[in-house]
Nanobody, 125 residues
């Protein structure tokens, strides 16, 4: 599967952005999807994940209540709505896919096989 992320940009603290990731290739519903981010000088970290059906989601603690992951299997897209953004949310955001029809969602970088090119999110204070 090929992934293409979009929607990054610059925003002031407290603002919102919506990231989208389009998938091409195998049936989109074969994959659980995740969003990760990487800040300058730091390792890539998990942000959110969603099961193949959208019925199960997982978030890292720092974004709970502010970010929402969703997917549309009819459009082969996964989105990340980011509200109340903070400067520490700054980084390159990546969407990723792992083959899974079990409903399980996981947050490890190594759990995901397919990655899109990142989209930059910059939050200024």
């Amino acid at each position: 599967v090929q992934l293409q992320a979009s929607g990054g940009g610059s925003v002031q603290a407290g603002g919102s952005l919506r990231l989208s990731c389009a998938a091409f290739g195998r049936p989109f519903s074969d994959y659980a999807m995740g969003w990760f981010r990487q800040a300058p000088g730091k390792e890539r970290e998990f942000v959110a994940a969603i099961s193949w059906s959208g019925g199960t989601t997982l978030y890292t603690d720092s974004v709970k209540g502010r970010f929402t992951i969703s997917r549309d299997n009819t459009k082969n897209t996964v989105s990340l709505q980011m509200n109340s953004l903070k400067p520490e949310d700054t980084g390159v955001y990546y969407c990723a896919a792992r083959f899974s029809t079990s409903g399980t969602v996981v947050g490890g970088v190594s759990d995901y096989r397919w990655w899109g090119k990142g989209t930059l999110v910059t939050v200024s204070s």
